[in-house]
């Protein structure tokens, strides 16, 4: 039956209805399951397809996500450089922090063994980088500043917004799902160095917080 159900998948899709999606951004497996079992039936061929465009295919089957990343550079000085495909994206530094933040929440919700899926209210996230932050932090523009930073993170696909859910009293607070793709972004090495990258973290945002605090 599931031999039956993949032949089906692959024959709805040709390798375009494949690269397609994949150039336009990550594929889930929960967002389209039949899509989905024809990547991993002719994922060969597609890896095939876009190193051509001097791209390669990042695939976790455990996780259900695969995306495409520019392929690492030549160390053939005289090999022709090829255009990207695939744009890098600067981070700003409170962006990146609130990365590195949700992806220890990630590991730290993984070694618990409890629901795979990590969902956070705004308030726990304002709440992950409120300790970083000195004392008398004006809290309108923390607020604030970190709604910008979570939504350039929905928009980069690492979180995504769901529907509000109760919060304290009678009212609803926003929540969000932290996505798994997360993980192949800051991977156990640099975790391995967390606290450390964290102290720079701090020392940095502390000067920024208190000009905020004096304006």
């Known amino acids: 039956m599931l031999e039956q159900d993949a032949e089906s998948a692959t024959g709805t899709h040709d390798l375009s209805s494949l690269v397609i999606p994949l150039l336009k951004g990550v594929v889930y497996r929960e967002s389209d399951a039949s899509l989905w079992s024809a990547l991993l039936e002719l994922q060969a061929r597609v890896r095939d397809y876009v190193a051509v465009l001097n791209l390669e295919l990042v695939l976790d089957e455990a996780e259900g996500y695969a995306f495409l990343r520019s392929r690492p550079g030549r160390d053939d000085e005289s090999a022709p450089t090829l255009p990207r495909l695939v744009a890098r994206r600067p981070l700003s530094f409170p962006v990146s922090l609130l990365l590195a933040l949700l992806r220890k929440k990630l590991a730290e919700s993984d070694a618990g063994g409890g629901d795979t899926r990590l969902i956070l209210t705004r308030e726990q996230i304002v709440e992950l980088v409120r300790v970083f932050l000195p004392a008398g932090s004006n809290e309108t523009k923390l607020i604030d500043q970190i709604e910008t930073h979570v ?3 929905v928009e980069l696909g690492f979180l995504r917004k769901l529907k509000p859910v109760a919060g304290k009293g009678d009212g609803q607070v926003a929540a969000f799902e932290v996505q798994r793709i997360l993980k192949a972004f800051v ?3 640099w975790l391995a160095d967390f606290d450390a990258q ?5 020392a940095q945002l ?3 917080a208190e000009r905020d605090t004096d304006d």
């Open 151 to 153: 939504n350039k993170i």
């Open 187 to 189: 991977d156990a090495q």
């Open 198 to 202: 964290l102290a720079a973290y701090q």
């Open 206 to 208: 502390a000067p920024a």
